[in-house]
């Protein structure tokens, strides 16, 4: 059975930074894609960025493009990060990582999710 741990939220003051955390376990042997969402009280869950399995590509959503960077573990290939920088009070939200089985899968479409860290920036 997969399972999606994360971890790293927090509450942060506007500008500051954080760092995310998704393990995964009972996935194939090998790397596969990571998806990072997030969902703000009220809205939809949207996606943040996501890194393919051969880690060659990756992807981020307007709103946090030149201030959030995905990664992968290179000791460890289960684990992925999300690095958050420069953070606004608009990035408030739990965030979610998934394995989408490739980048750019709907999140209707994703059966594989974490249980989600709330991110919290605030003054």
């Known amino acids: 059975q997969v399972q999606l741990v994360e971890s790293g939220g927090g509450l942060v003051q506007p500008g500051g930074s954080l760092r995310l955390s998704c393990t995964g376990s009972?996935?194939?042997?090998?790397?596969?894609?990571i998806g990072w969402f997030r969902q703000a009280p009220g809205k939809e869950r949207e996606a943040v960025s996501c890194?393919?399995?051969?880690?060659?590509?990756?992807?981020y959503s307007d709103s946090v493009k030149g201030r959030f960077t995905i990664s992968r573990d290179n000791a460890n290939k289960n684990t992925v990060y999300l690095q958050m920088n420069s953070l606004k009070p608009d990035d408030t939200a739990v965030y979610y990582c998934?394995?989408?089985?490739?980048?750019?899968?709907?999140?209707?479409?994703?059966?594989?999710w974490g249980q989600g860290t709330q991110v919290t920036v605030a003054s």
């Open positions: 009972g996935v194939p042997s090998g790397s596969y894609a």
């Open positions: 890194i393919s399995s051969t880690d060659v590509s990756t992807t």
């Open positions: 998934a394995a989408p089985g490739r980048c750019g899968r709907s999140v209707s479409a994703i059966q594989y």
